[in-house]
């Protein structure tokens, strides 16, 4: 029998529909998103630097290399505290920053961060993803054309250093001390001459006396500055005890990306902030470890009981008038604080109980 040749039109017409099918999917798999990041952070301030970085790796990395993410420190970009614009402008893509920056923009941007005597990182955790707080965040943001999510957190923060021990309220009248955001407000309302000042200069100023006080990070960034070479007294914690930075991703970008890209960078930055919270919990175990070793004269002390009582007291009368006509920021601290009050209850029966029986000499 002769071989006749395939000349059928029509399954020729569908050989060249497969075959343009399978161009066409190949070259949708292949398309490459490029977005930009800004960061609040210089190119060596670890941990929080890295939040970013290892965001844009794991996105690049998940994506098989569709997603790719230029992160832009401070450095480049000339523009710390200016992310917030140029994330709102579509100037940048995404922000790595931190919420409370944006006060003086937006109140309702304070409490994402932390707020003094408030939730604990694990607590405000349960708070973002299960307790509502994730929600009420897009809601702050969404007039802003931004979406925000937590992007790695930094614990409870140290109370400072301080040149002389603080004995009572009075030894707080006239005091010199960096402290900003809404705790340098309530220290301010005790008497403490609150000042600012940028954190290339706060050596120097603390060694020559321009200031008396100053509260950084904990060990983990203190280290680096060497302030405890110079003011003894350790403060303990109670105006940051979980600052939370966060990822600020303009909407209608993220919107342009596909649905798994999406996912992929979701899941990117939340696996990004998980990594800093520990990687900065371990910086600040080993660097506490060293700072003991090298200067053992180090005092470890906290705020005695009536200037906890002072400034728990100026903290509640500040957060009322601040939210006095603003409903939405009364709603984000009403739900931050319902949390808290039965969150905590668990906190104290379990890591609390745990802790305090299990003290070892
Ligand atoms: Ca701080």
Redesign the pocket.
Known sequence: MENKPNTNPLKIFFIFLFCFGLITVGLAKEKVYKLKLATTWGSSATPLIDAAKNMAKYANELSNGRLIIRVDSSNKHKSPFGVFDMVKAGKYDIAHSTSYFWKGKDINTLPFTTMPFGLTAPEQYAWFYHGGGFELMQKVYKKHGMLSFPGGN?GV?MGGWFKNEIKSTEDLKGLKMRI?GFAGEIMSKLGVLVTNIAPGELYTSLERGTIDAL???GPSMDISMGFHKIAPYYYTGW??PA?ETQFLVNIKKFKKLPKDLRHILVISMKTAAYDMYIQNYHMSAMAWDKMQKEIPNIKVKSLPKTVMTSLKKVNDELLEEISKDQPLLKEVLDSQNAYLKKVRKWTLMSDYLYLKDNLSE
């Open positions: 930094t923060q900003p509260e950084w990070v105006h940051e600052a």
